[in-house]
């Protein structure tokens, strides 16, 4: 089995997009990641998003570069970026919660390394997941 990495970013929506875009990415995301063998993770509170993802190491360095060059979202932030031994998402090739509490990434974004995974981690059960 290859190295697992996981990736935990931030990032605003831009300005001139739509909110309706998060499920055009989704979309499109769920099938290149089970493609991938990547997992996951996306939350959105109407104009921040927060991604957990994981999987293959090379396929997560692809990943992050197409989100880096994605113009549909600004100020992307790694928070976290770290080998895995195992996966944390089994079910879904993302996930999608969105929320509409603004203080959870708020909170998360202040954050950066080991304590913006665990933080993130310890909210997932808050979320309402959609898969």
């Not at 990495?5 to 875009?21: C, G, H, K, N």
Request: with cysteine; hydrophobic share 45%; proline share 2%.
């Amino acid at each position: 089995m290859p190295p697992l990495r996981e990736v935990l970013y931030i990032s605003l929506l831009a300005t001139d997009q739509s909110t309706t875009v998060v499920g055009q990415i989704v979309t499109v995301s769920r099938a290149r990641n089970l493609r991938d063998g990547i997992t996951g993770l996306l939350i959105f509170d109407g104009m921040r998003f927060c991604h957990h993802f994981e999987g293959p190491a090379d396929a997560v360095q692809a990943l992050l570069a197409r989100l880096e060059a994605d113009r549909r979202h600004v100020e992307l932030r790694v928070l976290y970026d770290g080998e895995l031994t195992q996966r944390r998402y089994q079910r879904f090739e993302m996930g999608l919660a969105e929320v509409d509490d603004h203080e959870d990434l708020v909170d998360v974004n202040a954050l950066h390394g080991s304590a913006a995974l665990e933080y993130f981690i310890a909210l997932r059960s808050r979320f309402d997941i959609s898969s």
